[in-house]
Each structure stands twice: as C-alpha cells, then as structure tokens.
C-alpha cells in the first residue's frame, strides 16, 4: 500500500500508544455507530467495527457495554462526525476526521493548527477528490488459502488481499465494509484489526526537511482530542 499508508499506520500507533486517549476515542466510536444504526451490534456493522477496535486496543469488556448503554441513555452525548479539509506545507493534501460534541471549539482548534504549521483549512471539497475511501480488515494468515479465500471474498466486495507482518490484510470500497465483515464472520475468521481509511490517487514527494514541516502539522493535529484520524497524500 505504499510509504504513505506505512508511515499512517506508524503514526497512527504512535498516537494510541496512550490507553486513555484510545478508549476516549473508541467511546466515541460506539457512540456515533449507535447513534447511525441502533445498539445491536448483529444489525450494525459500524457497532461491531468499533467493538473490534476496542478489543485489539484491549478495552475492557465492562467498558465497551458501558459505551453502549450511554451510547443510548438520555444523558448521552451528541458527537458529530466532521471532516476538515486543507493543505499542509509543500502543497501536502490532508484531510481531518474528528467527532465533536462542540464543533465551534473543533473548527476553531483545527484552523489554529493549520495556521501555526504553515498550511490551510479548505473548503469542503477542497481536497476530498484526492482520496478514495476503503475499509481495511486484516486477519491471521496461518492456515490460510490465500487463493481460494480471495475467491470466496469477492461476491463480499474484497478488491485487494495482500500479506504484511504474518497477516492477511483485506481492502474493500467504504460502502462494502459491512458486506466484507460479514463474509469474514460467517467463514468464523477473526479479525485482528480493522479500520476505515482515506487513500490518496496520487502521492506528492518531498525532500526530508519538507517532510519534518508536515510532519510537526499532522503530529500536534492528532494531539486534539476532537481529531479521530489525518490523512494525507504525502509520498
């Protein structure tokens, strides 16, 4: 998948290597899917998503059920799902997800950081047609058949199966995530780690000093506690 999607996932376990903030993140996960589709996760698939995040996160049982029940109580919060978009140094597209329950205090954080680090917020639309949006699933490769999984995946819409660290990774569209999990749960496959993420068409090189200015960006953009993911088109 590229240096782009390596040096996203190296940042990205970078960022969870505080438990705190993974499970502040998680409770918002479980939130938003409740909120998008009921608190059964048989019918929600988003719902499970989460609760396998939470798992390789290593969130406890009791918390998750917790997540949920607020989740659905009169007391819970309103996260909203908001994305921002903009450039960073070097003409480096980026786009932010966050989930917000305040999004006046969220546009004005994400523009401040922006500003400070030498880029820009955009308009919506601004960049988005740069990426493409996938679902990722990756499960352990031992004593699998690689061919003949990737056959019996397709009519779930797998597009991409591929081998990294002893585990299979599964790639589908956005709008298959839910056909794709399904698949993997009928054959009793289980998934190690899943996420959905925003791959760049085009990737821009820059100079090794080019890349510690988008660096310095992305890193004190993934410090608010509103942002849930930054994706770039970085080389």
């Not at 969870?16 to 502040?24: D, G, I, N, Q, R």
């Not at 029940?69 to 009169?74: E, G, H, T």
């Not at 994400?110 to 047609?129: P, Q």
């Amino acid at each position: 998948m590229g240096r782009a999607f390596e040096y996203r996932k190296a940042r990205k376990m970078k960022r969870w290597a505080s438990m705190a903030k993974a499970f502040t993140r998680i409770g918002r996960e479980i939130s938003i899917a409740v909120k998008e589709g009921g608190p059964e996760p048989d019918y929600n698939p988003r719902l499970r998503l989460a609760m396998q995040n939470a798992k390789v996160a290593n969130m406890p049982k009791a918390n998750v059920e917790n997540a949920i029940k607020k989740a659905v109580s009169k007391d819970a919060e309103d996260y909203q799902e908001i994305v921002y978009e903009g450039y960073a140094p070097h003409g480096v597209a980026l786009i932010v997800e966050t989930a917000t329950n305040n999004p006046t205090r969220t546009v004005a954080n994400v523009r401040h950081i922006f500003s400070k680090y030498g880029g820009n917020l955009g308009t919506s639309g601004s960049v988005d047609y740069m990426f493409t949006r996938k679902a990722i699933f990756k499960i352990d490769a031992a004593g699998q058949d690689r061919e003949e999984l990737e056959l019996e995946l397709i009519d779930h819409g797998l597009e991409e199966l591929s081998l990294e660290d002893g585990l299979l990774v599964l790639q589908c569209a956005f709008e298959d995530f839910g056909n794709l999990q399904k698949g993997l749960e009928e054959r009793g496959l289980e998934v190690k780690e899943s996420e959905l993420v925003r791959l760049p068409g085009h990737t821009k090189e820059l100079s090794d000093e080019e890349v510690e200015d988008v660096i310095k960006l992305i890193d004190r953009m993934e410090e608010d506690e509103d942002v849930v993911n930054v994706f770039h088109n970085m080389e």
